[in-house]
């Protein structure tokens, strides 16, 4: 019977949905499919045989002694999970007694004076900078290697080399530098080299996992797009300008006029750093101390993280136990992984428990798990068969159920079974993506911090150039808006070159490539810059064909704009044959997906009338030269018609078109009626 319902449940198509937050990385789905045939033959267990499998006495089965396997990374510092990083030489923590060898003091220089060289718009000191980064390269130091093959990949300083960058960021991967391991693995993932990329993405994930552990605060990235299309994003600037935002303040006026949900939310502002807020864990830890006298359950159960992470105040477990208690009690569920995290490591209790643990953790599963760390802690219990036996398929659909809910270190189990083949078929693709979306909740993602809070200060050759450094990491975040600022700013000095402010094909140039990267990783918008740039040939060649594919990728995405240009170069025959039917449907589209294109669709539908019934005449011959006045007619229009009163001129030409619309479509009408015969009835 067994195996009967195995077989069954095996030919079943599951189609889980993993619905990855915009804090782990930008919003994007993921689909996973498991069928029969990527099933191990003799994978443990069924699903739903959960009740069969709990073992009452708790005892451990077979050779599963850990919990997880990172116990033995949880007291390594920051400095030791990302070495080399730029953090401490922005945070300006650096003393010259912390610095232990004549390489290190060069490397430091130069990241000092490369970050002046762009705030300052001083291209000389960038040479000055490249000196002493070539220096202590030269000795051997990885994090400057790291550097140059970062500054070797953008062109800033010195020739774009592709061929340099990956050698650089090769020898400072060897060397222990994490960020050339990030920027690695990308250009593996990018060349669909999974055998390379998962390995890297592999050790980069276990870092990002043990980062969660060993910080003592939160290891959460919180990713912000400066731009909504070709517009800058304000309402998500003005939300990231921390205590200075008007909705901050109000909160935190509530908070002081005894609003014990206002008290709750700066807590969680301070602790996780939201919002543009710096992480503060003493303004977190009271802020939550009151908002708990108030009976606050949320509250409560953060205070219970705080002392189990020793996160602002003295590490205390029994301290920790009792806080997760007090809000369980108050029906605030998520705090049973607390406690069932304490029974599991035997910390603040009288000795280790599996079963009860498991009993904790099914209850927070139970009732409304949002963070999904019931599911991962029960998926981690079936997998390692601690307390209950193996379960490999039901272990697997725990952490689906988890990464569903935005839980990285579900993600990263998945992607464990998917690269290792446990009870599932090897998948080094899926693998790599998943492993990807782990690692890059890793250390190295604080840059995005800085760079954001460089770039509301105004400090934009800074922001563009920490944008650039994350953005060859991979995060696709960081390629759009690195992107964005190289447009939006173009006229400014901001980007450094090969020698001196970068030229305008400089700048177009790698504009481009990070709005392809972008594009290659989901980005709508990038899809349709791409296309722009082939079609107006800015930063490379004109190429009609190519714009077409970029367009076609951006309208495979449901951009109205993207529909909009296919149309129009069906319309125009440019990349694509000339086909009206086709051009109407595109327009058609675009409004249809975006009822604000009514007006340019309007006219872009009143072009393709003329052309059906009016081809070859004045009017056509006006329409096909109007690409070539355009460039000229802004300033036509201001000086001529707007300065002058001439408005009218405008309003009646397009009176004219209206009315040759109008009457073409009553004659159409009036040839469509056949009058009926009168009947005599004589």
């Not at 140059?148 to 222990?176: N, P, T």
């Not at 600022?485 to 305008?504: A, P, R, T």
Request: hydrophobic residues 40%; charged residues 25%; glycine residues 8%.
């Amino acid at each position: 019977m067994g195996s009967l319902r195995r077989s069954r449940l095996l030919k079943i198509l599951f189609m889980f949905v993993l619905t990855i937050t915009p804090i782990l990385a930008s919003g994007r789905q993921f689909i996973l499919f498991l069928e029969d045939e990527e099933v191990k033959e003799g994978a443990q267990g069924e699903l739903g045989a959960e009740d069969n499998n709990s073992l009452e006495s708790g005892v451990i089965k077979e050779d599963s002694d850990e919990w997880d396997e990172f116990g033995d990374m949880e007291d390594r510092s920051v400095d030791e999970l990302d070495p080399g990083s730029w953090r401490k030489i922005l945070e300006k923590t650096l003393s010259r007694d912390n610095i232990s060898s004549t390489e290190e003091g060069l490397y430091i220089s130069g990241v000092n004076k490369m970050m002046f060289a762009v705030r300052e718009g001083e291209p000389e000191l960038m040479k000055e900078a490249i000196s002493d980064l070539h220096l202590a390269a030269q000795s051997g130091y990885a994090h400057a290697q790291s550097t140059l093959g970062f500054l070797y990949d953008i062109g800033s300083g010195v020739e774009q080399s592709d061929a340099k960058a990956f050698l650089y960021h090769h020898f400072a991967a060897e060397g222990g530098n994490f960020q050339s391991k990030m920027a690695l693995a990308y250009t593996y993932y990018r060349l669909q080299m999974y055998e390379k990329s998962v390995k890297l993405y592999a050790e980069l994930a276990s870092v990002a996992v043990a980062s969660f552990f060993s910080f003592k605060e939160s290891p959460l990235v919180e990713s912000v797009r400066i731009n909504d299309g070709a517009e800058e994003n304000k309402e998500a600037l003005r939300k990231s300008r921390g205590e200075e935002d008007d909705d901050f303040q109000i909160i935190e006026y509530q908070a002081q006029k005894g609003s014990a949900v206002a008290m709750y939310r700066l807590g969680i502002f301070y602790y996780f750093g939201l919002r543009g807020v710096r992480r503060d864990h003493g303004k977190a830890l009271s802020w939550f101390l009151r908002a708990v006298e108030k009976g606050d359950a949320n509250s409560m159960e953060f205070l219970g993280e705080m002392y189990a992470r020793g996160s602002g105040v003295e590490r205390n477990f029994t301290r920790a136990l009792e806080w997760f208690k007090a809000a369980s009690r108050r029906k605030r569920y998520s705090a049973y992984n607390g406690i069932g995290y304490l029974y599991m490591k035997g910390h603040g209790v009288e000795k280790k428990n599996y079963t009860m643990a498991r009993e904790f953790f099914k209850k927070a599963a139970e009732n409304d798990d949002l963070n999904g760390h019931g599911n991962y802690n029960l998926g981690v219990l079936y997998l390692k068969g601690l307390g209950v036996k193996k379960h490999i398929m039901l272990a697997y659909r725990y952490f689906i159920t988890a990464a569903n809910a935005g839980q990285p270190k579900a993600l990263y189990q998945l992607a464990k079974m998917y690269h290792e083949g446990i009870g599932l078929k090897k998948d080094l693709k899926t693998a790599t993506t998943l492993y990807k979306l782990v690692a890059e909740r890793g250390p190295w993602g604080s840059l995005l911090r800085w760079a954001l809070e460089c770039y509301l200060k105004g400090q934009t050759g800074r922001a563009l150039l920490l944008y650039s450094r994350v953005a060859e990491l991979g995060y696709e975040v960081a390629q759009s808006n690195a992107a964005w600022v190289l447009d939006k700013f173009g006229e400014y000095d901001i980007c450094i070159g090969k020698s001196g402010f970068c030229s305008d094909f400089e700048r177009h140039q790698r504009a481009h490539t990070l709005w392809w990267h972008a594009s290659e990783q989901g980005n709508e918008h990038a899809a349709l810059l791409i296309g722009d740039a082939y079609y107006y040939g800015r930063g490379t060649d004109r190429d009609f064909e190519r714009a077409v594919e970029a367009y076609m990728h951006a309208h495979s995405q449901v951009n109205a704009q993207a529909m909009f240009n296919l149309g129009y170069m069906h319309e125009h025959g440019e990349g694509l044959p000339i086909d009206l039917h086709l051009a109407k449907r595109y327009y058609d589209q675009a409004l249809e997906t975006d009822p604000a294109a009514r007006l340019p669709v309007m006219f872009a539908l009143l072009s393709v009338w003329i052309r059906k019934n009016y081809g070859g005449s004045c009017l056509v011959t006006l329409i096909d030269s109007l690409p070539h006045m355009l460039p000229n007619l802004g300033s036509w229009l201001k000086q001529t018609l707007i300065d002058d009163g001439n408005v009218t001129l405008v309003t009646l030409f397009a009176c004219l078109l209206t009315v040759l619309y109008l009457r073409d479509r009553q004659r159409r009408l009036a040839a469509q009626v056949v009058p009926q015969p009168q009947v005599n009835n004589n």
